[in-house]
């Protein structure tokens, strides 16, 4: 099974999470300007099938 991670450097979170929810069939959502762990992290936790969320941004989220 193939599962796509969205790397990208908006902090919208609202982009983000329509690329995660949407069509696009992407399993979580990390910014390009995260650490190295955090990255790897978050690719490890993809390939798991888990649903990696960039911390800043699940901060927002449950922030709103």
Known sequence: MIRVLVVDDH???RLGLQAVLDDAG???YQLKDA?????LGGIRNAAD?????D???ASEVLAS
Do not use: K
Request: charged content about 15%; cysteine-free; aromatic content about 0%.
């Open 49 to 53: 099938g888990h649903a990696p969320l």
């Open 11 to 13: 902090r919208v979170v």
């Open 26 to 28: 992407a399993i979580g």
């Open 55 to 57: 911390p800043p941004v």
């Open 35 to 39: 650490d190295t762990e955090t990255l």
